[in-house]
């Protein structure tokens, strides 16, 4: 049974930091390219960034140099490490294999940059 659970979003001020996580139920975790995706009010679901099963990484233009995506295989835990946020950050933000497989999301963890 697939399962993501995600975390550690918060309320921020522009320019804060933020790290999420995402313990993701998935046999064979380290053999998946795994990503981070974020929906704003009113929008579509976007990706993030994506991390391969190597450690590769890539990002959306929008976040580039500001965002960070790892891995922990040993934890089945992918995190998203936040920096220079500003309100355009603003979302719900989800972790899933890259690209999706299934119609299986996590609940999400809500970021607001706010001051």
């Known amino acids: 049974h697939v399962q993501f659970v995600e975390s550690g979003g918060d309320l921020v001020q522009p320019g804060g930091s933020l790290i999420l996580s995402c313990e993701a139920s998935?046999?064979?975790?380290?053999?998946?390219?795994m990503g981070w995706y974020r929906q704003s009010p009113g929008e579509r679901r976007e990706p993030v960034a994506r991390i391969t099963r190597s450690g590769d990484t890539s990002y959306a233009e929008s976040v580039e140099g500001r965002f960070t995506i790892s891995r922990d295989n040993a934890k089945n835990t992918v995190y998203l490490q936040m920096n220079s946020l500003n309100p355009e950050d603003t979302a719900v933000y989800y972790c899933?294999?890259?690209?999706?497989?299934?119609?299986?999301w996590g609940q999400g963890t809500q970021v607001t940059v706010s001051s």
């Open positions: 998935i046999r064979f975790f380290h053999t998946y390219q």
């Open positions: 899933n294999h890259a690209p999706p497989l299934t119609r299986i």
